[in-house]
């Protein structure tokens, strides 16, 4: 239901406005919010089935112990270009699409702030992209230190190709900024009168922090990119022990980007799953402002527990035992939200559709993944916790069915009102239970064979870990089947199906449920909404 | 109010899982598991891992207790109605402060414990400085004199395509570390080229080896026998082929090896001083190539296009023999090239450029004898 106000605004908007352009140049030209959202979003699919073909040439080589499919060297480069391509392919552009799509109809906002600079940090990625694959194919393949790229190994002894990485990486930075700036100035210029920072949706609020996370962070990539590029060429030593520097000191720099970044792809997660769990338990969210604070905390501590990554460095104990403090100490805002998750189900009137279901996951697996993370927190068994399969399993359950898993839960509850066709919901609990089992055959298994003592990013291993490869390996060849299932569902759902209402769900709430049609015209709140 | 309410639900599920839990605790042994180990840290570590892992475990089961009781019962189609509460600051501080807590009680042992595994410097009886090399190990007895590689064994090289056959395949090494029981041994870690981090899992000894630093570990063995662990850090091409083995033993065995060493290198010594044979060189070489050389430049001399130069045809190999030996002993700075001078003696450089020169697709025709290795360095 939207009011007179707003029908009178649109009405009189297309006398000068006339939609969307028409044929290809509307989608390299546009500056629309809602086009941009669903490039990002495209791009962010196609990054994920490119990451995830590689990963399925990891567990194809892992199938069995010995050599049988590639070359050591060759399996490098594809545990290097998976991590990179997940993380700033996949993971960072569906966070940024969705931001996109969502904010500005979510604080009643006509578009983004800065809607050209929109334009140019998403066309930028498709060519940071392309020349960061590209390596795949030169003299002496692609990056093959994996994705942390430590020196000296990325440096001193890497190909020729890494040269392109850096550029690459430079380029997704920009990117990413600029994005962060984008929302930073939408979000505190464009709320619609009403729409106090305390009334926003917590998906904007985790935004918001997330934004001002990536601006503090990806220039400190840059910074350490920019050394190694000058150590590789220009005769510096920043990180060469020989004419000077601190090989240490590139994981110092890293991981103080590289933790925050773990939260900046979260942090919207929790937003998503804080929209979804009210909407299907019919009860609004339990403790909004204290979701407000872990949020905050989170991104906070965020910084000051970069080194937790490098207990084995050889650290001063000091140092050490600071670390494994303020590691730990993240568990209790994390917590904090679990528990108002399952405070705001109890006694709601839940249903259980697609949406639902996979924030469901989310929360149980997330908290497997929270969970093996606090043990990784402890700073002396890390000793034995650190750089195998263990760390492989927590990563991946926060990161896949964590940032994943709630990525598709916020496709399967705003898609009816993006494109207002609802999708097929036999379809989406096929996907999510076939999903389900699969991911967890996956990755359950890796906890046992770090415990027992495999390595991480090695291309084979000792016999005594053959049986849970092989398990991971049908379980990971499951799950990338059914990735491509879900690109079906997307294109079926594009295409057609049952008309969605314009509230879809029963419980929804919130600006885009309750002011806009399904789906909502190309220029949506050109006159702002009053919010009470 | 609602606190009670919920307490309560949280009992009855807690009480439930936990006697669950108890038939899985026999399961969650051996391979599933990390491992015991034979040393005190082992121990104490793995005392440490099982307290966490419970603690998780119940925190765990807890939450997902008390969701499954939310969506059996708190469902639509069972008719329950929604009710309104959205706020409880008490609730708030309640699991704020509980977790809190746990994890001081957590984190108390695990500083006791983190204090004792870097006590590496006081009372150590033993030495051992051990030297990352991509892809193997290099291990001196800092107060003995006695220095030897560690490389992975040629009967695991042999089988990489159909492993199934050898028992500890890529676990094996050619050259094992000796050590004795009982006594306090400190490890010093550096490297020569890229980090690497050495890691046997039975000795709770996990520690960087990096270039330009020197870090340190300990262990004391308390039981004897054949300790296996990797590399542990992404160190290039065959991160996942240069293994660790420990063969921990009585003192007098450890005094008996000691000597044998020590025999051997006084042997190697004096063969450096011998006039050798072309066919003994290369015979010999073809070994030590396949051992040190074969990783980059591949075991027929082909090499990796782009990234580790060919042996077949190269145009050091095929030059004067001078700059042959001048690359093998010192290096090429700037590269993944080692300087050998520091890993392989007189005899086996001499003969390792000797096979070069006259096999993998080249015939020079000429010896390279150890003496020439010996002026070289």
Known sequence: MYNETTHDGQAHDEHDDHGPAKGLMRWVTTTNHKDIGTLYLWLAFIMLLYGGSMAMVIRLELFQPGLQWVEPHFFNQMTTMHG????????????????????????????????????????????????????????????????????????????????????????????????????????????????????????????????????????????????????????????DASGGGDPVLFQHVFWFFGHPEVYIMILPAFGIISAIIPTFARKPLFGYSSMVYASASIAILSFMVWAHHMFTVGMPVAGELYF???????????????????????????????????????????????????????????????????????????LVTGALYSIIAAFYYWVPKWTGHMYDETLGKIHFWWSTIAVNVLFFPQHFIGLAGMPRRIPDYALQFAEFNMISSIGGFAFGLAQVFFLYIIIKTIKGGKKATDRVWEGATGLEFEELPSPPPYHSFTVAPQVK | MILNKLSRGFLAVAIGLIAMMSTFAARAEYTLNMTQGVTPISHDLYGLHMLVFWICVVIGLLVFGVMAYSIMHHRKSKGAQAANFHESTTVEIVWTVVPLLILIGIAIPATG????????????????????????????????????????????????????????????????????????????????????????????????????????SWAIIEKPGIYRGQCAELCGKDHGFMPIVVN?????????????????????????????????????????????CAACHGPTGAGIPGAFPAMTGSAVVNGDAAGHIDIVVNGKAGTAMAAYKNQLNDVDIAAVITYERNSLGNSVGDTVQPSAIKNAR
């Open chain 2, 248 to 292: 921990a033993v009585s003192e007098d065995e450890y005094k008996e090896w000691l000597a044998g060493m020590k025999a051997e290198a006084a042997a190697a010594a004096s063969a450096a001083n011998e006039e050798w044979s072309m066919q003994d060189l290369v015979a010999r070489g073809e070994t030590v190539y396949q051992a040190n």
């Open chain 1, 84 to 239: 990179l391509v997940m993380v700033f392919g996949a993971i960072m552009p569906a966070f940024v699409g969705l931001a996109n799509w969502l904010i500005p109809i979510m604080i009643g906002a006509p578009d983004m702030a800065l809607p050209r600079m929109n334009n140019w940090s998403f066309w930028i990625l498709p060519f940071a992209f392309t020349m960061l694959a590209s390596t795949t194919l030169m003299e002496g393949g692609a990056p093959a230190f994996g994705w942390t790229f430590y020196a000296p190994l990325s440096t001193t002894f890497a190909p020729d190709s890494t040269d392109f990485f850096i550029f690459a990486v430079h380029l997704m930075g920009i990117s990413s900024v600029m994005g962060a700036i984008n929302v930073i100035a939408t979000i505190l210029n464009m709320r619609a009168p009403g729409m106090t920072l305390m009334k926003m949706p917590l998906f904007v609020w985790t935004w918001l922090i997330t934004a001002y996370l990536l601006i503090a962070v990806m220039p400190v990539l840059a910074g350490a990119v920019t050394m190694m590029l000058t150590d590789r060429h220009f005769g510096t030593s920043f990180f």
């Open chain 1, 324 to 398: 494994m403090y303020a590691t730990i100490l993240i568990s209790v805002p994390t917590g904090v939200k679990v528990f108002n998750w399952v405070t705001t189900m109890w006694k709601g009137s839940m249903t259980f559709e697609t949406p639902m279901l996979w924030a469901l996951g989310f929360i149980v697996m997330f908290t497997i993944g929270g969970l093996s993370g606090l043990m990784l927190g402890v700073a002396p068994v890390d000793t034995q916790y650190h750089d195998t399969y263990f760390v492989v399993a927590h990563f991946h359950y926060v």
């Open chain 2, 113 to 216: 414990t983190l204090l004792d595994l870097e006590d590496a410097k006081t009372n150590a009886d033993i030495t051992v400085q051990v030297t990352g090399i991509q892809w193997k190990w290099k291990y001196t007895f800092v107060d003995e004199d006695v220095s030897f590689v560690s490389s992975l064994a040629q009967s695991s090289r042999d089988v990489v395509k159909d492993p199934t056959s050898n028992e500890h395949y890529l676990l094996e090494v050619d050259n094992e570390l000796v050590l004795p029981v009982g006594k306090k041994i400190r490890f010093l870690f550096h490297s020569n080229d890229v980090i690497h981090s050495w890691w046997v899992p039975a000795l709770a000894v996990k520690q960087d080896s990096i270039p330009g630093f020197i870090n340190d």
